[in-house]
């Protein structure tokens, strides 16, 4: 999923493209409009987020592993690529990743055997 998202806070997501089927389960009418910290919840680096954000605006591409949380609440580790688009705008692409990360071991950690 790929989208467009604001410079300008509160960052709505001005445009949407799903390249096919969405992640993490929302529809494009349901993220138009939105700001892009709606996707975030209690384990996602907010702070990193609008950082790679603000970055954009310099050229600057960041690349980050975060924790997103999809339209059921249910958070899933992703690739967010951030990178300058039009003006006043942001690109972020995501992807599901792979990682491994600390709160995924706890989880699996936590349940009896």
Known sequence: MQFRVSLISPHPIVA?????HG???YKATELLGTA???????????????????????????IQHM???????????MTV????SVS???T???QYSAAIT?????????HAW
């Open 67 to 77: 924790l997103l949380y999809d339209i059921d609440g249910v958070a899933r580790n």
């Open 102 to 110: 600390l709160a995924s071991v706890t989880e699996v950690s936590s």
């Open 36 to 62: 892009v910290t709606s996707l975030a919840g209690p384990m996602t680096d907010l702070q990193g987020l609008l950082n790679a954000i603000a970055a954009s605006a310099h050229q600057s591409e960041t």
């Open 88 to 90: 006043q705008c942001c």
């Open 23 to 25: 992640i993490l389960g």
């Open 92 to 94: 972020i692409t995501l």
């Open 16 to 20: 949407v493209e799903f390249g096919g």
């Open 81 to 84: 690529t951030y990178a300058h």
